[in-house]
């Protein structure tokens, strides 16, 4: 069983409503699920549940393995009670993992796909100091990572799903720049940043996770999109 749902968080600002819907969504489909697995005459043998680096909140330039304890604020606030929530799956021996998701790097969704048009015009920069460091990951590893936890039957609890090389938004922003052959001379101050997106901002954009993918590296996983310049080939 593979369970990713959750309402997106970078769908307008956070308003009380929009940070609550953000919360119950994972909470109520993951205790719907995880009681109904436990309750099943025959539970499936895994299940592999999303979270994401947002549990390690914003901790600069500090390397973060899955023995990390929590983060603060509103993101870590929510993949704890998240996680906690596939309590009723793991006693009822079903193995549990985990799964930390960093920003998931695709042109057809997501963050990624947002960037590109700013960027393909030449307006794209730094965000900020350009400081923070954003864990990434490839659409297609993550797929990869996900079919590598459910079949590795030593990998239970969090695991990283992150590429190893984690790389400042500076980093990022330079990469895509190259990639796609185009100037990144316009920053997006701190300030405005927070206007525009409020507390989103200082929660995504500005805060710095630099997470490392110890468990998957320990039982072997490969990444096709090691480094973020590999993620971003082909994008011209």
Known sequence: MVHLAGDNISDGRWTAA?????????????????RSLAQLDTPPRVLVSASAV??????GAEVLTEDSAA??????????AWEENTEPARQAGIRCVLLRIGVVLSPQGGALSKMLPPFRLGLGGRIGSGQQFISWITLNDLVAAIDHCLENT???GPVNAVAPGAVTNLEFTRALGKALGRPTLFPLPSLIAKLIFGEMAEATLLASTRAQ?????????RFSSPDIHTAFTGLR
Request: glycine letters at 12%; a positive charge; aromatic letters at 8%.
């Open 18 to 34: 929009k940070k609550s819907q953000i919360l119950q969504s994972r909470i109520q489909s993951t205790q719907l699920l995880c």
């Open 54 to 59: 947002g549990f390690y909140g914003d901790r």
């Open 213 to 221: 993918p110890s468990k998957l590296a320990a039982t072997g996983f």
């Open 154 to 156: 030593s990998l239970s």
């Open 71 to 80: 983060g603060s604020g509103f993101l870590a606030e929510v993949c704890q």
